[in-house]
């Protein structure tokens, strides 16, 4: 009897652990969450961004799996906090109904993929491209003349150092944005103009300063809080200067790898005004990102109010670390009809 009573003591003392580190969790997720839209967290959300969220909800299942009777409070505050989570944190997309009717307007689909330098499987690329047929493809990381290689006939690559855009149609660079401020290398975005049936479309392309190298080394057992501030203040600088190249009023295609969440700080203050063509359309939870540390949707594909977005989804890996993401979207006053 006694040994009983001490093991439902044991059980009992863990559910109620399990349920304490749940909602301490929950709130300082949230809290942060919903502290970006008055303050600069800085560097502090980036590690709740990037680590896998289904993580949040492992004490609650622990719990759950413990079992203990709970007040109606409990249970109330339970269900609002894990509410919450998937609505602020979990970011589970699900397309709404629309009402505009974009089918007869003419549709330029986009796809855009970080290939990871020369990781990326050739044949595989080749083939996702004859399979979803895109208008217009954003590549960043590349190696030139291997990706030039891989493409299908009739498609014309134009690259500024890493940063690229393959169209049916020639293309020009407008202007661009390099690390040497930063005394770094590499281009980190890219303005395009391409024309799309005569319809001329500006693209700026990005890949933004990666936090990967402070996540690292947690490997190690560093945890480097200077080089996690310094990686996130490049990176706010960085898309600041991105969006300075943007010319106005013009159909504009932001696509990229961002290397943050749609719902960090930095994306929040630079490009909450234009449409995400994942969260509007997509559904799931788009992750592009999938390596041993990171499991995150950091590539995403960006209209301004020219575009109707009809469309958006992840596809399969093609060899590099990031998976490709495409979207049909549909310019509104185009100067003729595209055809199909």
């Known amino acids: 009897m006694k040994t009983n009573n001490t093991l439902i003591n ?45 993580l949040i909800f492992c004490p609650l299942f622990f719990f759950l799996l413990l079992y203990i009777p709970l007040n109606r409070y409990h249970i109330i505050a339970i269900a609002i906090l894990t509410l919450l989570l998937l609505t602020f944190y979990v970011s589970f997309h699900i397309p709404l109904p629309s009402i505009k009717n974009s089918s007869l307007k003419p549709q330029i689909r986009v796809m855009s993929l970080n290939l990871n330098g020369s990781a990326f499987d050739a044949k595989k690329l080749n083939l996702q491209i004859k399979y979803n047929q895109p208008d217009v493809m ?37 202007d661009f ?54 990686i996130y203040e490049q990176r706010y600088l960085e898309a600041s200067l991105s969006k300075s190249l943007i010319v106005n009023n013009q159909p504009l295609i932001i696509a990229g790898d961002f290397n943050m969440p749609s719902d960090s700080f930095i994306y929040q203050e630079t490009f909450q005004e234009f449409t995400n063509a994942f969260n509007e359309k997509g ?29 958006a989804w992840v596809d399969i890996n093609i060899g ?3 998976r490709p993401i495409f979207s049909d979207i549909s310019l509104i006053d185009p100067v003729i009809t595209l055809q199909p």
């Open 320 to 322: 590099s670390d990031h």
């Open 177 to 230: 944005r390099t690390r040497r401020m930063f005394d770094g290398w590499g281009t980190f975005s890219t303005l395009f103009k391409v024309k799309i049936a005569n319809n001329p479309i500006y693209i700026l392309n990005m890949h933004l300063e990666t936090p990967r190298k402070a996540y690292e080394n947690l490997q190690y057992g560093k945890f480097n809080i200077k080089l996690m501030k310094n």
């Open 10 to 54: 044991i059980k009992n003392s863990l559910a109620s652990t399990m349920l304490i580190i749940f909602y301490f969790c929950s709130f300082t997720i949230l809290i942060i969450q919903f502290g970006k839209y008055l303050i600069d967290l800085s560097f502090i959300e980036d590690f709740i961004l990037f680590i896998p969220r289904w």
């Open 283 to 311: 559904f799931g939870l788009g992750s592009t990102k999938k390596s041993k540390l990171i499991r995150a949707k950091i590539d995403h594909i960006l209209v301004n109010k020219k575009f109707d977005v009809v469309n």
């Open 138 to 174: 954003v590549f960043q990381e590349v190696p030139p003349q291997k990706l030039k290689n891989s493409l299908p006939n009739g498609w014309l690559l134009n690259c500024q150092k890493s940063l690229c855009v393959a169209s049916k149609e020639k293309s020009e660079i407008i």
